[in-house]
T-cell receptor, first 114, second 114 residues
């Protein structure tokens, strides 16, 4: 049973460019959340998708956008990259929205902005 | 969101029990208490969760105070593979759904000595 997968593993971009990160949820899961983790910090919630709609959003600018596809996979897009966007981007999946449900995390995509 | 307070770091010896404390004095009546851990260079991993009663699973035990203002994650026999950052997280239950947001703090860095 495949867990949460993310691609690419690593990425280097230049300031001002745009980037797309991809996530496939754990088999049977229909909900995907994205987190940003700066070095030495805990993950920060970006947004969550369920039934192809953004259900909740953290304190991130509109440069961060996402999408969920009918097969439940998801993309995170970041426009006009800043040096401060350098971080580990984590995707997590779960079955539905209930607070009693655990989230399963992928290994993350390490984004470096130069 | 209700906040949690954890010690910055703790140390343990291999094969000894470890008790990781978490204070959450502003917890509301329907908040679930979740624990996640993050091993070096990996995404967070679900450990355990509970609402009011103590919980056990194959990884750990969760002891919840009677007033629910604190909880303790118990690793019964620490191994070197348990060295990680442990996060105590409250998940708000808003009418049965919480839209999945996990609010991570700084967590507790657990060091296990051989």
């Amino acid at each position: 049973d495949a867990g949460v997968t993310q691609s690419p593993t690593h990425l280097i971009k230049t300031r001002g460019q745009q980037v797309t990160l991809r996530c496939s949820p754990k088999s049977g899961h229909d909900t995907v959340s994205w987190y940003q983790q700066a070095l030495g910090q805990g993950p920060q919630f970006i947004f969550q998708y369920y039934e192809e709609e953004e259900r909740q959003r953290g304190n991130f600018p509109d440069r961060f956008s996402g999408h969920q596809f009918p097969n439940y996979s998801s993309e995170l897009n970041v426009n006009a990259l800043l040096l401060g966007d350098s971080a580990l981007y984590l995707c997590a999946s779960s079955l539905g929205l209930r607070p009693s449900y655990e989230q399963y995390f992928g290994p993350g995509t390490r984004l470096t902005v130069t | 969101d209700a906040k949690t307070t954890q010690p910055n770091s703790m140390e343990s010896n291999e094969e000894e029990p470890v008790h990781l404390p978490c204070n959450h004095s502003t917890i509301s009546g329907t908040d679930y208490i979740h624990w996640y851990r993050q091993l070096p260079s990996q995404g967070p991993e679900y450990v355990i969760h509970g609402l009011t009663s103590n919980v056990n699973n194959r990884m750990a035990s969760l002891a919840i105070a009677e007033d629910r203002k604190s909880s303790t994650l118990i690793l019964h026999r620490a191994t070197l593979r348990d060295a990680a950052v442990y996060y105590c997280i409250l998940r708000h239950n808003a009418g049965g759904t919480s839209y999945g947001k996990l609010t991570f703090g700084q967590g507790t860095i657990l060091t296990v000595h051989p």
